[in-house]
């Protein structure tokens, strides 16, 4: 049972937009910096955003990232077959003094 | 741009220590927290804990009791041990590093437990 709740699975078609939702509790995403994570099938998780909204170096801006209360959500447009893949959200929870995780989002393009 | 690797025995006992040390590259390991993660195959991602180069950690209560981090800056690595592990230790582990530097995660190394 993973700290943060995502759904299993999501998915949507070429070209179109897809959202991703994380929701937590105010001791992990209410007080604390959201990051996400792509991992593409049998390779190493990447970040994606980080700090709630901010895209590391070489991300593209079709990626995007808001939080609002204890919950955070990806945007992901222009959706190509190159993104299926899982996504993780993860933040800090400050009750267990430890980084926690969403179970994973399988993303489908179809 | 900071680079980071993993390195570990591939295959461990069970009731005994796993070991696995992570190489950083491109830059000083002389700041910020270095962080540990596991995959188990076909799960989701597990957040172990981080090091700082004060040596101060923080650990996944989960793990607590069987988990140790280290440092050496002399060598530009942070290494992990898990004491006890059973089969249920059995994963990819993964070190990253801190977003200021980009973030990065290394491919992971297959640690199975098994006699």
């Known amino acids: 049972q993973s700290v943060l709740t995502q759904p299993p699975s999501v998915s949507a078609a070429p070209g179109q937009k897809v959202t991703i939702s994380c929701s937590g509790s105010s001791s992990n995403i209410g007080n604390n910096h959201v990051s996400w994570y792509q991992q593409l099938p049998g390779t190493a998780p990447k970040l994606l955003i980080y700090d709630n909204d901010n895209r590391p170096s070489g991300i593209p801006d079709r990626f995007s990232g808001s939080k609002s209360g204890t919950s955070a959500t990806l945007g992901i447009t222009g959706l190509q077959t190159g993104d299926e893949a899982d996504y993780y959200c993860?933040?800090?929870?400050?009750?267990?003094?430890?980084?926690?995780f969403g179970g994973g989002t399988k993303l489908t393009v179809l | 741009q900071v680079q980071v690797q993993e390195s570990g025995p591939g295959l461990v006992k069970p009731s005994e220590t796993l070991s696995v040390t992570c190489t950083v590259s491109g830059g000083s390991i002389s700041r910020y927290s270095w962080t540990w993660f596991r995959q188990p195959a076909g799960k989701g991602l597990e957040w172990i804990g981080r090091?700082?180069?004060?040596?101060?950690?923080n650990y996944n209560p989960s793990l607590k009791s069987r988990v140790t981090l280290s440092i050496d800056t002399s060598k530009n690595q942070f290494s992990l041990q898990l004491s006890s592990v059973t089969a249920a230790d059995t994963a990819v582990y993964y070190c990253a590093s801190p977003v200021a530097v980009g973030g990065h995660w290394g491919q992971g190394t297959l640690v199975t437990v098994s006699s």
């Open positions: 090091i700082n180069t004060s040596g101060s950690t």
């Open positions: 993860g933040t800090w929870d400050s009750s267990l003094s430890s980084g926690v």
